[in-house]
């Protein structure tokens, strides 16, 4: 299944501490890029979306133990705690909250984050 | 050209992209529809065998995919194990068994850093591929969930550089590619547990052989982040990958481009948003050329952009989202030209001045902008770029072959 995450930007740097935690290495550190949309109020998100197995809603959701590959501790897993703890699963769309890393499932990952209520605030290049 | 050829080139038959590096022109080729190509990680360790799996390493057939030499001294071991350190637990000597009978290598794990053998490999070139593989087999009867690798990695366990498959009593064949840091790099073969956190158990054995590590040219194109990787799907007799407009986006290393203000770049999309800018293709950042679809907010357009030192487009309107449609883009900074065509038409040329300059030693991003913004939304069923002017039949040829990768009808 497709999960699409809405992340606050100030929830940015703790998210993806969590992504690597969840993750395969160091590079998805880069999880969470520029927070390029916004809610009806203004705030602004980093979104990701990808492609997860059936347990990975259990693990994300489990108590969150350093990865094997991260022999040198480059992960702070204090601030993945904090990012799990702001952690909303939804199996279907709802608004995205500007204290919470909101997660929903969708096929879709532009209908998802239009459905969560968030736009894009790119410019043009 | 007689009137055979004529027709194989404006249908296509026969034509391979190939050709059109046969010349030594720089650039890519990537073919989604190649599953050889094709996998899971940016290591290259898993490879994509059916439709909804991630995409880390597509490989780049531009220089047709031929291996280097050897670089690996006495991978198959006929009579001894010269080359290979014997200090971390290889046994020092070949054991012609069952698994092996021409020769291969034992290692018996002390259960520390006794569980591995290794060599060192010089005169790499910086920035090029390599591809390492072998064939390994773990016996049934290894403790744990001990089992046979082969990495560019020794104590870290770093998973992107290292490549198992947890089966036993049986021979597999492990590979993974690496970008080469330096010109030496060590090639590790180890006994570690299945998740990487641990040498193997006092005792528990790996056995390898045919190692090999040879060049792979080509301008290869990654992902490491799991979460960025574009989907390589299939249907109704086509494969393409397909890029969320969130986050997917691959790159390739630098390519020199340094020696050409020329360049013609082709891809066969469907477009499936306009909503936001959708960068299809970038060389660098902004300042050399890209392909995109759409670059207006909201415009059904897609572009071309050609920058000397001053960045100058072909605009084209009309094509509204979902559409699925084959794309050239031409531009020709001392010239003063660049020209977009779709399906096989073309569209429109601007010859503004796009001042002086040759195109740089950058990297490709696919799907996004430096793989941080203008994120595009649709699916790739292939892209060439070449850094030199095509002819108008390598043109039609071109476009023809992506045509028909893409269904679309020219």
Redesign the interface.
Known sequence: MRISIACPAALRADANHYAMVLGYGPADARTYGAASWQDAGGNLYACASLLVGASFTTVAQDTLTRPTWDADSIIDMAAANRAQAALVFSGAPVTAMPDKLTACVGDNALAVLAAMGLTRVEAEP | MNRLRQRRLRFGGGFSPLSLFAGGAEGAWFDPSDLTTLFQ??AGTTPVTTS?Q?VGLMFDKSKGLVLGPELITNGTFPVNVAGWSTAGGLSGQVRDTIIFPSGGILITSNGSLGSFTSQTLTGLVVGQTYQVACNAYTPGTNAGTDTATIGTQN??????GTALKPGRDVVQNLSIVFVASGASQDIYLSVVSS???RWGNNGSESYFDNISVRELPGNHATQ??????P?YTEGSGLAWLAF?????AMATGNIDFTGTEKINVFASVRK??D???G?IAELAT?TEF?M?GP???GQPDYSF?STGSIGVEALISGFSAPTTDVITGIGDIAGDSVSIRVNGALRTTNTGDQGSGNFSNSPIFIGA?N????FF?GNLYGFVARGALSTAAEIAATEAYLAAKSGVTL
């Open positions: 990680d940016a909804g991630p104590a870290s366990f770093n998973l992107q998740n990487l956190s490491a982040t799991g979460a960025a990787r989907t969320d407009g969130t986050g997917d499936l948003s909503a936001g800018v960068m902004g890209f995109a670059q207006y907010v952009r902008r793989q941080s913004s203008f939304t």
